[in-house]
Every structure is written in C-alpha cells, then in structure tokens.
Nanobody, 115 residues
Framework: VQLQASGGGLVQAGGSLRLSCAPS????????MGWHRQGPGRQRELVAD???????SYADSVKGRFTISVDNATNTLYLQMNSLKPEDTGVYYC??????????WGQGTQVTVSS
C-alpha cells in the first residue's frame, strides 16, 4: 500500500489549501495518522496528528489555523490549512502508523506561501 499526497501549491499569505493523503489500498489497524512538514533549511516537524481516529494534536505554530481530519470510509487523510503564512512553506508529508508496527509515508507535496 502506498500513500499519495496531493493538494499543495502556491498561495498568497492569508490563503488556504487543503492537502489530501489517499492510500492505494485498504489499511487496517491504524493507530496514528499525521502530517509532517520540512521547511527550507529546517528539520522535519510534526504539525498535526490524529490518534486512534479520535484524538488530535497540533504544533503550536499551526493551532487554530490547521485542521486534520480523516474520511473513515476511504482512510483518506486531510489537512485543511487556513490563514497561511510564509513560514508554513515546505514539503508536507503524510504518515500512517498501524498497531502492527507498519509505517507508511507519502511522497510529499510542496506548499509555498508568498508574502
């Protein structure tokens, strides 16, 4: 099973984007789903996660602006990003982790926020 991330692009500061992460097949026993990002010259950081399909958490830098959600019918993961800032620029990666210990990473989608 592979994860296909999409939805990135170029947007002006204050704009919005919605990222999607769709698995190529059914994934069972998902424990954790999340979005990481890696900005220019920065380490990869976790920006939002969803644990056991219920509990969400966000990096302080995106709280109140980003919302993580999942379509349980398809296991498609979303990240709604509002009020985007130039510092949100980076490559966004989705990750799934199952209770069986399997980690799946998406290929990354570029988000560029212009000032």
């Amino acid at each position: 099973v592979q994860l296909q991330a999409s939805g990135g692009g170029l947007v002006q500061a204050g704009g919005s984007l919605r990222l999607s992460c769709a698995p190529s097949g059914r994934i069972f026993n998902i424990r954790f789903m999340g979005w990481h990002r890696q900005g220019p010259g920065r380490q990869r950081e976790l920006v939002a996660d969803l644990t056991s399909g219920v509990s969400t958490s966000y990096a302080d830098s995106v709280k109140g602006r980003f919302t993580i959600s999942v379509d349980n019918a398809t296991n498609t993961l979303y990240l709604q990003m509002n009020s985007l800032k130039p510092e949100d620029t980076g490559v966004y990666y989705c990750i799934f982790h199952t209770w069986d210990g399997v980690y799946l990473w998406g290929q990354g989608t570029q988000v560029t926020v212009s000032s």
